[in-house]
């Protein structure tokens, strides 16, 4: 008989694709609804590991833990992902750097909001989910005459299914 599981357990790596996927398609046309006359750019890259190159503004994304838990019948799984996320972007003056990286944070935040259903397992019977996203503005750094603002990321996304 072959071996069926109860729950679509959620895999990390899907969802750091889905996360991506995402990303890709709604967070410039979120940043151009919210400020269209700035004409920012969208990431120009996005990757999972360290990077070897810099191209701005970036996104590095990558699973930090997983929690599980089912109930003693079995009827029953609870889940907590946590992702960690980087973003840097860089412009020309401390000030600049600052605002451009609050705007990407604040529509970066909208879009995963907006579509977090679809960073969950796709065969789940998901019932109710709570997402959580955390960021704290690193110091700039400087490079040339470019100044760099990084900000990290935790997004805890804790759902269920049955």
């Not at 072959?2 to 990390?12: D, I, K, Q, R, Y």
């Not at 190159?53 to 089912?70: H, M, T």
């Not at 412009?91 to 909208?110: G, M, P």
């Amino acid at each position: 008989m072959p071996f069926v599981a109860l729950f679509a357990e959620v895999a990390e790596s899907e969802v750091i694709d889905k996360l991506f996927v995402v990303v890709e398609r709604d967070f410039k046309p979120a940043l151009d609804a919210a400020y269209a006359a700035a004409n920012y750019p969208k990431f120009a890259v996005m990757a999972r590991a360290n990077l070897d190159q810099f191209n701005y503004p970036l996104l590095i994304a990558g699973p930090q833990r997983v929690v599980s838990k089912e109930t003693e019948s079995g009827e029953w799984l609870d889940q907590v992902l946590v992702v960690g996320v980087g973003i840097a972007v860089k412009d020309t003056s401390a000030t600049a750097v600052k605002i451009k990286a609050e705007r990407y944070v604040r529509v970066f935040k909208a879009v995963v909001r907006k579509d977090v259903l679809e960073l969950l397992p796709s065969a789940s019977a998901s019932v109710g989910y709570e997402l959580e996203i955390d960021h704290r503005y690193l110091h700039h750094k400087t490079k040339g005459t470019d100044f760099i603002q990084e900000v990290e990321f935790e997004i805890r996304i804790h759902f269920g299914e049955k």
